[in-house]
């Protein structure tokens, strides 16, 4: 019996010692942390979250999303049933306190991770169309716009679809030769109105002015534009005769007119606050906010407060479609000062201040293949240079993506892909 009653003490003993023990290891509250705080995925994609924590004894878990409690466990797996961005809270508590931490994840939309490419059409065959390459499946899907507006054409198949743009997250779409302007949600691509009959039936490019307005550049000239309609306004009397490229800056509007070059409008009224001749292709936004163009021999960088212009000359031809409307083959890194310009089968990449930097090409196509419509894009996000080419250069079945490091010309990736789609430009979100 003595020997069993020491036995029950001992054991008691080492219960209460070790509960002395653990008790004595909680000394403050959890230091919690989001193991990756930033995460991105697609919808019905999944992901498990795991918090870093100091000290786990006694501690207790609640993930929280939206105020509501959707898990006890120390992991959580989050399932994306839709896009858009949520902070899951993971929550630890113990006998001291209590810490958090975020976990912030962003569910792509179905057309959010990539960018557009505008087709064209083909000629009495197919109305233009867009495609859509996805960052991060490396696909590229074709005629998306046909798949989210089944029964509607971005007009006949004797137009032409040759502008796109992405403006307070409208996606706007402007054809010529009788094509519509169309716009579209960018994330959804379903339709959301139309213009349907554009001055002279051909359309140039668009731009916002103010929230509600936008400019419309045309064959015949420029006119308002509401973007709420949208719905097509008055010609504005300053901007007659056909005008193409456009780009706004707040105060002003940088146009390009086919007779007269460049044409500089003040925002607030219409009138013109500069012309200069001899351009022929426009426009891009350096880094420092100068405006590009270029004639036939030389780039021209505009300031975009004073307007004062000089220039460079490139030693070699300039590309531009001297035909017919295709938005202007220059384009400006947002990584540093450097200018984009296309001339034959090659890039060339201006460093303001060095005119070395023109003496030879910075990427060349390889053989066989040729610029086809804007030719070539910069996506701000990634530093990329993004080319469009084809195995003709009037444009055949035989298509190619090359995207290139907008830095040293490290060709990236490549995307091949066969039809008659005619790419016109890149629109990037």
């Not at 936004?285 to 505009?302: E, F, P, T, V, Y």
Request: proline letters at 3%; hydrophobic letters at 40%; glycine letters at 10%.
């Amino acid at each position: 019996m003595q020997k069993k009653l020491l036995s029950w003490l001992f054991m008691g003993f080492v219960v209460v010692m070790a509960s002395c023990s653990k008790d004595e290891d909680i000394t403050t509250a959890p230091d919690v942390q989001a193991e990756k705080p930033n995460d991105t995925l697609y919808v019905n994609d999944s992901i498990t979250l795991r918090p870093v924590i100091s000290n786990r004894n006694g501690v207790n878990f609640k993930w929280i999303i939206s105020g509501n409690t959707v898990g006890t466990d120390s992991i959580y797996k989050f399932k994306a049933t839709e896009s858009g961005d949520f902070k899951v809270v993971v929550q630890a508590t113990n006998s001291i306190g209590s810490g958090s931490d975020t976990f912030n994840i962003h569910v792509w939309s179905k057309y959010e991770n990539g960018f557009f490419i505008l087709s064209e059409g083909q000629f009495l065959t197919a109305a233009g169309n867009l495609n859509f390459y996805d960052y991060g499946l490396d696909s590229l899907y074709i005629n998306v716009y046909s798949t989210e507006n089944p029964g509607s054409t971005l007009g006949s198949n004797t137009s032409t679809m040759e502008y796109g743009a992405i403006i307070d997250n409208k996606f706007y779409l402007v054809g010529k030769y009788g094509a519509p302007l169309v716009t579209l949600n960018p994330t959804t691509l379903k339709e959301t109105g139309r213009i349907a009959d554009l001055p002279g039936s051909s359309g140039r490019a668009i731009v916002g002015v103010t929230n509600t307005q936008g400019w419309l550049s045309s064959v015949d000239g420029i006119y308002g534009v509401s973007l709420a309609g949208p719905a097509l306004g008055l010609k504005l009397a300053t901007g007659g005769g056909d005008t193409r490229d456009m780009l706004s800056t707040g105060t002003y509007v940088f146009a390009l007119s086919a007779a007269e070059g460049v044409k500089i409008f003040n925002t607030a009224d219409g009138s013109v606050a500069k012309t200069i001749s001899g351009a022929v292709t426009g426009f891009a936004a350096g880094k420092d906010g100068s405006i590009w163009a270029a004639s036939k021999k030389a780039l021209i960088r505009i300031n975009p407060s004073t307007l004062a212009v000089d220039s460079v000359q490139a030693g070699f031809d300039i590309y531009y479609n001297q035909w017919d409307f295709v938005s202007g083959s220059i384009v400006a890194s947002t990584a540093d000062d450097a200018v984009f310009i296309i001339s034959g089968t090659s890039v060339y990449r201006y460093v303001p201040g060095n005119t070395g930097s023109l003496s030879a090409p910075f990427i060349t196509l390889p053989a066989g293949k040729y610029f086809y419509g804007k030719g070539i894009a910069y996506n701000k996000a990634k530093n990329q240079l993004i080319v469009t080419a084809t195995g003709n250069e009037y444009g055949d079945d035989n298509n190619s993506l090359y995207f290139y490091n907008a830095s040293n010309a490290a060709l990236i990736n490549t995307v091949n892909y066969t039809g008659y789609y005619y790419p016109a430009m890149i629109v990037f979100h």
